[in-house]
């Protein structure tokens, strides 16, 4: 596996340590708040609600019962009375009725009485219904309802008898078309009337249903206002899985959807809820209370919310944490690009400052920033680099004292040899004057040969010393190489003219102008022609060539001679190293000062016996 970078690491840490616990956090308190609504609204308080109004329904039509059964008992007198006294008993009736409190108003849209005929004696429709429609309603209500089926059974069965639910036909004409408007739909009871012959009149009503619409109306409102769930439904259903009455109008007597819920809210014993029905798409919850006892009006009261309304806090906390995990993992991840980039970028700074170094560069400072601890790691390294610096330039300067006394001391040595030879002749030639040695003559002749010999020695030596105590170079002058390297072949030849060399200039290097002090750079290869001719035991050919290689030129110096050997190479360049009796050792040495003043370079590139190559580059112009 590759090494983490330092970002990597920090973002890992950071992420463990800042987004995970946060992620947990926000995880168990969204479960938490899910699980609370689920406990507080959906398990107690929609059944809860559903069972309150179930009992505000059950109420009323028990009040309803309760006025329906003062109507019987005097509906039995007017029964009673004999015929032709009736119709006197009848008005007293209809305003005794009158009288019940919220009867006709609030309980009732019709009551009529018909006798034990089925003949209908009395009717009267409720006060809340269109005063204009009264007498279309007066045509509807039939002379006789000996035929209807309820009629029968009241009088088969005494007791209270449910009609099914809906449009009555007193009521409304036609009822070929399915109305939404609660007030044409109604419960209907009939109820047995005993009078004192043995028989039994019927006593009828239709129980008004806005009322009822009424009351599920203001549970929705109280679902609205304190729970803020804006699109509950509130409904009535019948044992069958008819939608009886419902918050939304189109539902009015279809059944109830989806159907699994229908089946239950048809089947239920006690309050209770569902987990979670789909109508139509939305995921429902429902809470539901039955009401009506188990007589025939039975009914089971429903409240629906969509789970999206009762889980929109917890979802509103979902988004929140979501966007503040993908808010912070932003900032960590920019934090850490930031924190990691504060410290390698010092890092590198160091690792950049080092290999400068290395190369030998000690004019390097690192800028001191990235924290207390980088910081001060900056400031040791720069310390440490300026006493480097102050190391080697002392160093250097020792090294030249002591090269100087060498120097001196080499000097002093080189002169001794050429002198002795002629101070040797000088003694002889005294010594054979005063003897008046007749061959005195021939002495004075070799002493003046001896001495022309040695001060050209003498000069030879003068000059290489000269040159390598860095006479101050003359003037540069701007050269086109190959022009320049022909002419200087051409003068080194002659100057060579008495040895057996042969010296060849190949040049590649074009139109390359180099800028150089052409009689320090004619002594360099003055100097490698004469080690070349000084190794060699026969006839020596030596190549010069020149070619481009980036922004410099090389010039080549190859040479077949026997090669420089191995525990020599390394030495080459150092003053006063040299193989031969009568070598200074400086030759080489002072090539690559001339070279080093100039900007130039000089190595041996490759040896062997029969090709020694060295090279040297010169910066382009
Ligand atoms: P010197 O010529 O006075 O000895 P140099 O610095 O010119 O001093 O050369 C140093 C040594 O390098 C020589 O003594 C010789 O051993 C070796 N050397 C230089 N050039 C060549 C060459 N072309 N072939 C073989 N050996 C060489
Ligand atoms: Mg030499």
Redesign the pocket.
């Known amino acids: 596996m590759r090494a983490l970078s330092l970002a990597s690491r920090f973002l890992i840490t950071l992420v463990v340590s800042a987004v995970l616990p946060l992620l947990l956090y926000g995880w168990f308190s969204l479960l938490g708040m899910r699980d609370q609504i689920d406990e507080q609204v959906v398990r107690v308080f929609l059944p809860q609600l559903a069972a309150d109004y179930a009992q505000k329904i059950e109420t009323r039509l028990e009040r309803t019962d309760q006025a329906c059964a003062i109507v019987r008992e005097l509906s039995r007198r007017v029964l009673d009375t004999p015929l032709d006294q009736r119709d006197g008993e009848l008005a007293a009736f209809g305003e005794q009725v009158e009288l019940i409190p919220d009867l006709l108003s609030e309980f009732l849209d019709l009551l009529l009485l018909a006798d034990s005929e089925g003949d209908v004696v009395f009717w009267q429709d409720g006060r809340r219904l269109d005063p204009n429609a009264h007498q279309r309603r007066a045509e509807l209500i039939p002379e006789s309802v000996a035929e209807e089926s309820w009629f029968r059974e009241a009088q088969r069965e005494r007791g209270v008898h449910y009609l099914p639910w809906g449009r009555s036909p007193y009521l409304h004409r036609g009822m070929d078309y399915r109305s939404m408007d609660p007030g044409s739909h109604h419960l209907g009871v009939a109820m047995d009337v005993p009078m004192g012959d043995g028989h039994s009149g019927v006593l009828f009503a239709l129980i008004r249903w806005s009322e009822v619409q009424a009351v599920i109306d203001e549970a929705r409102a109280v679902l609205i206002e304190e729970a803020g769930l804006a699109s509950a439904q509130v409904f009535v259903v019948g044992r069958d899985g008819v939608v009886q009455a419902h918050t939304d109008r189109a539902r009015y007597g279809l059944m109830l959807k989806p159907a699994e819920l229908g089946q239950r809210l048809a089947d239920a014993e006690a309050f209770g809820r569902c987990e979670s029905v789909r109508d139509d798409g939305v995921a429902l919850r429902v809470g539901f209370a039955p009401g009506g006892g188990d007589s025939a009006r039975a009914f089971v009261m429903g409240v629906a919310v969509p789970e999206d309304e009762l889980f929109a806090a917890s979802d509103d906390f979902e988004r929140v944490l979501l966007l503040a995990i993908i808010v912070s993992i932003i900032v960590l991840v920019a934090w850490s690009l930031a924190a990691s980039r504060a410290i390698t970028a010092p890092v590198k700074s160091l690792v950049q400052a080092t290999r400068k170094i290395a190369g030998g560069d000690l004019q390097v400072a690192v800028p001191e920033r990235g924290g207390p601890e980088l910081g001060e790691l900056a400031a040791a390294f720069n310390l440490m680099a300026h006493e480097l610096a102050v190391g080697r330039d002392r160093l250097a300067h020792a090294e030249r004292d002591q090269a100087w006394a060498e120097m001196a001391r080499q000097g002093a040595h080189e002169v001794k040899n050429p002198l002795q030879p002629m101070r040797m002749t000088a003694q002889l030639l005294q010594r054979a004057r005063a003897e008046e040695d007749p061959r005195a003559e021939q002495v004075a002749e070799r002493l003046a040969r001896t001495v022309i010999e040695q001060t050209e020695a003498l000069d030879r030596i003068a000059s290489d010393f000269r040159s390598f105590a860095g006479v101050a170079p003359a003037q540069r002058s701007d050269v086109t190489v190959d022009a320049w390297l022909q002419a200087l072949r051409d003068q080194t030849a002659r100057l060579f003219a008495d040895k057996q060399l042969t010296l060849t200039f190949a040049g590649a290097a074009g139109d390359a102008v180099v800028s150089i002090e052409q009689e320090s750079m004619a002594r360099v290869f003055v ?1 490698l022609v ?3 001719i ?2 060699a035991t026969e006839p020596v050919i030596v190549e010069l060539g020149s070619r481009r290689e980036g922004d410099h030129v090389v010039i080549d110096v190859v ?1 077949n ?4 050997p191995a525990e ?1 190479r390394e030495k ?1 360049f150092d003053p006063y ?4 009796t009568s ?7 002072i090539c690559r000062r001339l070279l080093d003043v100039q900007g130039g370079k000089i190595r041996l590139e490759s040896t062997r016996p029969g090709e ?1 190559r060295f090279v040297i580059e010169l910066p382009i112009a």
């Open positions: 100097n004469q080690n070349a000084e190794a040479d001679g026997p090669g420089v020599v080459l190293f040299t193989t031969k070598g200074t050792g400086l030759g080489l040495a020694t």
